[in-house]
């Protein structure tokens, strides 16, 4: 009997709570909602983007301004994928065996067309760390070859490359960038002027982490190709936050996260290699059974929820029914409309650059004499605004589901704070 009220109980509870979700409505309505031709005079529609924020729950505790660390998924991508968990329940090995082959590789193709890339130059895996740590290992360097890359890249593949130069030797050669570059071409000269006759690969960011900076990735490739140098690209902040695709850039490795502005369940990553370069880079864990120039030898990875896989396609139909061009232009827009005004606040430095060719929808910010840890505590504590403490100061990322007066309240706590 006790089972039975339970099991009634939470079977309304669930019906009742679809119900007020209902899953696609918000899609439908993004649909059809006629839009501008410029993504930038959508990006100010506010009737367009309060439909577009119903997409998410999030917690009214507080307001959420650090979507750097990861995306929340939409509610869609959400209930599809516990939908999708207790099916694979039902058939577990079953489903494993005869099932997750053909879900994985229509996922693959319909990621690289998301992506402007072929399918056999894909592999799908957990998270940047690992496709870049698979590149940075698998690399055939020897003692001596060097790695070239800026002081701000991502702690996780700097430590990769120090775990080879402690067991094989390889060189690294570290370089600091301007904060507020003038122009791409500062950035480009600070890699030029810091390759010498060893260096082999450049490992790049396309957005850094830490400040939002967007590094001009192309130019950079193109420099380091006419000296016989190889690009990778380190593109965890970038895809799907700027409407690029991967050609774009003209790198020959990359790396990303699908689990960040993409908004794909926990756990996805994407690994993308030039067909020609495939065959030569060792996969992280040993896999007799793909040929060297086969992309999935990449992903022998043991057995893992093959659930948040399946929620890749959802996250894109998402991306895209929103809009690319115009999910960019918003985000930039929300950054621009608190960095603009808490520039003017006395005491307070913007680390990130102004120029749209420059950033997105992260900055940094830091109140004089204030450590940055102390005023990202004091923001939670005090004002009820998540954020983070990186590098030279806090870090701000709004996301879709960023409402004006969310930003409103950041840019009232900050002149608080350094008043």
Same mark, same amino acid.
């Given at each position: 009997?006790?089972?039975?009220?339970?099991?009634?109980?939470?079977?309304?509870?669930?019906?009742?709570?679809?119900?007020?979700?209902?899953?696609?409505?918000?899609?439908?309505?993004?649909?059809?909602?006629?839009?501008?031709?410029?993504?930038?005079?959508? =990006? #100010?529609? *506010?009737?367009?983007?309060?439909?577009? !924020?119903? &997409?998410? +729950?999030?917690?009214?505790?507080? $307001?959420? %301004?650090?979507?750097?660390?990861?995306?929340?998924?939409?509610?869609?991508?959400?209930?599809?994928?516990?939908?999708?968990?207790?099916?694979?329940?039902?058939?577990?090995?079953?489903?494993?065996?005869?099932?997750?082959?053909?879900?994985?590789?229509?996922?693959?193709?319909?990621?690289?067309?998301?992506?402007?890339?072929?399918?056999?130059?894909?592999?799908?895996?957990?998270?940047?760390?690992?496709?870049?740590?698979?590149?940075?290992?698998?690399?055939?360097?020897?003692?001596?070859?060097?790695?070239?890359? =800026? #002081?701000? *890249?991502?702690?996780?593949?700097?430590? !990769?490359? &120090?775990? +080879?130069?402690?067991?094989?030797? $390889?060189? %690294?050669?570290?370089?600091?960038?301007?904060?507020?570059?003038?122009?791409?071409?500062?950035?480009?000269?600070?890699?030029?002027?810091?390759?010498?006759?060893?260096?082999?690969?450049?490992?790049?960011?396309?957005?850094?982490?830490?400040?939002?900076?967007?590094?001009?990735?192309?130019?950079?490739?193109?420099?380091?190709?006419?000296?016989?140098?190889?690009?990778?690209?380190?593109?965890?902040?970038?895809?799907?936050?700027?409407?690029?695709?991967?050609?774009?850039?003209?790198?020959?490795?990359?790396?990303?996260?699908?689990?960040?502005?993409?908004?794909?369940?926990?756990?996805?990553?994407?690994?993308?290699?030039?067909?020609?370069?495939?065959?030569?880079?060792?996969?992280?864990?040993?896999?007799?059974?793909?040929?060297?120039?086969?992309?999935?030898?990449?992903?022998?990875?043991?057995?893992?929820?093959?659930?948040?896989?399946?929620?890749?396609?959802?996250?894109?139909?998402?991306?895209?029914?929103?809009?690319?061009?115009?999910?960019?232009?918003?985000?930039?827009?929300?950054?621009?409309?608190?960095?603009?005004?808490?520039?003017?606040?006395?005491?307070?430095?913007?680390?990130?650059?102004?120029?749209?060719?420059?950033?997105?929808?992260?900055?940094?910010?830091?109140?004089?004499?204030?450590?940055?840890?102390?005023?990202?505590?004091?923001?939670?504590?005090?004002?009820?605004?998540?954020?983070?403490?990186?590098?030279?100061?806090?870090?701000?990322?709004?996301?879709?589901?960023?409402?004006?007066?969310?930003?409103?309240?950041?840019?009232?706590?900050?002149?608080?704070?350094?008043?």
């Amino acid at each position: 009997r006790f089972l039975g009220l339970g099991a009634a109980a939470a079977s309304t509870a669930l019906l009742g709570f679809e119900r007020d979700l209902d899953l696609d409505r918000v899609i439908r309505e993004v649909a059809v909602r006629p839009r501008s031709q410029d993504p930038e005079e959508t =990006a #100010r529609d *506010e009737r367009y983007w309060a439909i577009v !924020a119903r &997409a998410w +729950r999030q917690s009214e505790d507080f $307001i959420n %301004l650090e979507s750097g660390y990861y995306n929340p998924t939409t509610i869609e991508v959400l209930e599809s994928r516990c939908r999708r968990i207790r099916e694979i329940n039902e058939r577990p090995s079953h489903y494993m065996r005869t099932r997750l082959d053909p879900d994985r590789e229509e996922i693959r193709a319909e990621l690289a067309r998301f992506a402007g890339v072929e399918a056999d130059e894909i592999a799908l895996v957990r998270n940047t760390t690992e496709a870049l740590n698979t590149i940075i290992m698998g690399l055939p360097l020897g003692r001596g070859d060097a790695v070239l890359f =800026a #002081r701000r *890249e991502y702690g996780s593949m700097k430590e !990769a490359l &120090a775990q +080879r130069a402690a067991r094989e030797g $390889i060189a %690294l050669q570290e370089i600091e960038l301007p904060y507020l570059p003038a122009n791409a071409d500062e950035i480009v000269a600070c890699y030029a002027r810091a390759i010498t006759s060893k260096t082999k690969v450049i490992l790049i960011s396309q957005l850094v982490y830490l400040t939002g900076q967007v590094l001009p990735v192309r130019a950079v490739a193109d420099m380091a190709h006419e000296r016989g140098i190889e690009v990778i690209c380190d593109a965890a902040h970038s895809f799907a936050h700027l409407d690029f695709r991967i050609p774009d850039l003209g790198c020959d490795y990359l790396g990303t996260s699908l689990h960040k502005w993409l908004g794909a369940p926990l756990g996805n990553g994407l690994l993308w290699l030039r067909r020609e370069k495939i065959a030569p880079v060792w996969p992280l864990f040993g896999d007799i059974g793909k040929a060297a120039d086969d992309v999935r030898k990449f992903e022998h990875q043991g057995t893992r929820p093959p659930s948040a896989m399946l929620g890749i396609r959802d996250a894109i139909r998402f991306t895209e029914t929103v809009g690319r061009p115009e999910k960019e232009a918003r985000l930039r827009f929300l950054k621009d409309s608190w960095t603009a005004r808490a520039a003017e606040i006395p005491g307070v430095t913007i680390n990130t650059p102004t120029q749209p060719e420059f950033s997105c929808a992260i900055a940094n910010f830091r109140i004089a004499g204030q450590p940055p840890q102390e005023t990202a505590r004091r923001l939670m504590d005090e004002h009820g605004i998540f954020t983070v403490a990186v590098d030279s100061g806090v870090r701000v990322t709004p996301n879709l589901f960023s409402r004006p007066a969310h930003l409103d309240r950041l840019v009232t706590a900050i002149r608080e704070l350094a008043s």
